[in-house]
């Protein structure tokens, strides 16, 4: 499909939903790809990646980041607490604050350093056991905590249940970050990003449909 495509689909999502263009951050998910995919999608200009990794991403991005200007680095998967000190030196954003020990560890690197990267709460918008995130229910009170450590969220993200219908997670997403004053939408994938930004999605994640299928090493 490829980045223009996405492009192309994703302003017109943007005016579908009477936003104005360039209200929505795509952000090309590189993990596990090969890097000459990554390099032809740079080379066509595009600055914000998404990774999983720290260790796949501090392996790779130094040496484009010296090559090709102003790339944002956003971390968009789950964040060990070991591995904290070396994300906040790498990224940019990190969409995976899903815990307090994280919190705990974040708050203090930033008064080690003065500063953090955007954060973005991860809500567990299908209360799945299996995965990540904060539990809707519990949002209020980690964001009071969060709060109380000086982390200042900028807004949510969520990951909806892979055999369900992702809009409602969508619509809870974007009502929960509204009732707390959050402004950020990290919402959206390669299948339903254009209902993201139906509902509000400030930052949309694509991977496979930009770069096409990934091949997981065995």
């Not at 350093?113 to 995965?131: C, D, H, I, S, W």
């Amino acid at each position: 499909m490829g980045l223009a495509e996405i492009m192309s689909r994703l302003h017109a999502a943007e005016r579908a939903a009477g936003r104005d263009e360039g209200s929505v951050t795509l952000i090309a998910v590189s993990k596990v790809q090969p890097a000459e995919r990554v390099l032809a999608v740079l080379e066509q200009g595009h600055k914000v990646f998404g990774e999983n990794y720290v260790q796949e991403a501090a392996a790779k991005w130094p040496a484009w980041r010296d090559r090709f200007d102003a790339v944002k680095l956003h971390m968009i998967g789950p964040l060990q607490t070991n591995k904290a000190k070396l994300a906040v030196e790498l990224f940019d954003a990190i969409h995976t604050l899903d815990r307090p020990s994280l919190a705990q560890k974040l708050a203090g690197l930033q008064q080690a350093r003065g500063a953090l990267p955007q954060l973005f709460v991860q809500v567990n918008t299908g209360e799945e056991p299996q995965k990540a995130g904060v539990l809707p229910s519990e949002l209020t009170a980690f964001l009071r905590d969060c709060r109380a450590m000086e982390l200042s969220p900028i807004g949510l993200m969520c990951i909806p249940p892979e055999d369900q219908d992702s809009t409602p997670h969508f619509a809870m997403l974007a009502k929960m970050a509204a009732d707390h004053g959050l402004g950020a939408l990290s919402m959206g994938m390669s299948g339903d990003f254009e209902a993201a930004i139906a509902h509000g999605a400030t930052h949309v994640r694509v991977g496979s449909a930009i770069f096409g299928a990934r091949a997981y090493p065995v």
